[in-house]
T-cell receptor, first 113, second 109 residues
Framework: GAGVSQSPSNKVTEKGKDVELRCDPISGHTALYWYRQSLGQGLEFLIYFQGNSAPDKSGLPSDRFSAERTGGSVSTLTIQRTQQEDSAVYLC???????????FGSGTRLTVV | KNEVEQSPQNLTAQEGEFITINCSYSVGISALHWLQQHPGGGIVSLFMLSSGKKKHGRLIATINIQEKHSSLHITASHPRDSAVYICAVTMDSNYQLIWGAGTKLIIKP
């Protein structure tokens, strides 16, 4: 498609379960970011992929969070043993490089019950 | 028509000028966000607004809920303010974020 695609758009899971969130960036975009927004909060940086370089994982809040990007394209954000505080909208964005021209996905709303 | 529209798309100004970036939206929202992205950098959340006005340093953000409009102002602009400024809204129906296309700001010394 023409934009950044995230799936699912909504996910409700039970506390303690693992979840996977997917991001399909725009073809050819080398930079990919994951952010999250908790209810009533601003955006929180999670992780950044740039080409084949080692990702910047400095924003991951705990070791329950991990992300990978296969073949420099699709990225999966995995949250293990989900907690209620993980409930948020998880956003993905991609760009041709670490410069201008970011395109954002519409997010995955995760609710942990 | 995009649900979140920003203007201008590009803005070049001289150091010291007062800068205004506008954002209009057409959906019901619970919050509006202003974000900043420098070249090569991540996205920084500047403000989250649901009403009124907020100020942080040289940055001021205002929102008029009735008119569905927000403005981001930069006073005494500096070359380090050069970045892309993005307006995004949190929909009040499903908490999804809708993003504006961004405004590319260049401040010349």
């Amino acid at each position: 498609g023409a934009g950044v695609s995230q799936s699912p758009s909504n996910k409700v899971t039970e506390k303690g379960k693992d979840v996977e969130l997917r991001c399909d960036p725009i073809s050819g975009h080398t930079a990919l970011y994951w952010y999250r927004q908790s209810l009533g909060q601003g955006l929180e940086f999670l992780i950044y992929f740039q080409g084949n370089s080692a990702p910047d994982k400095s924003g991951l809040p705990s070791d329950r969070f991990s992300a990978e990007r296969t073949g420099g394209s699709v990225s999966t954000l995995t949250i293990q043993r989900t907690q209620q505080e993980d409930s948020a909208v998880y956003l993905c964005a991609s760009s041709p490089s670490s410069g201008y021209g970011y395109t954002f996905g519409s997010g995955t709303r995760l609710t942990v019950v | 028509k995009n649900e979140v529209e920003q203007s201008p798309q590009n803005l070049t100004a001289q150091e010291g000028e007062f800068i205004t970036i506008n954002c209009s939206y057409s959906v019901g929202i619970s919050a509006l966000h202003w974000l900043q992205q420098h070249p090569g950098g991540g996205i920084v959340s500047l403000f989250m607004l649901s009403s009124g006005k907020k100020k942080h340093g040289r940055l001021i953000a205002t929102i008029n809920i009735q008119e569905k409009h927000s403005s981001l102002h930069i006073t005494a602009s500096h070359p380090r303010d050069s970045a892309v400024y993005i307006c995004a809204v949190t929909m009040d129906s499903n908490y999804q974020l809708i993003w504006g296309a961004g405004t590319k700001l260049i401040i010349k010394p």
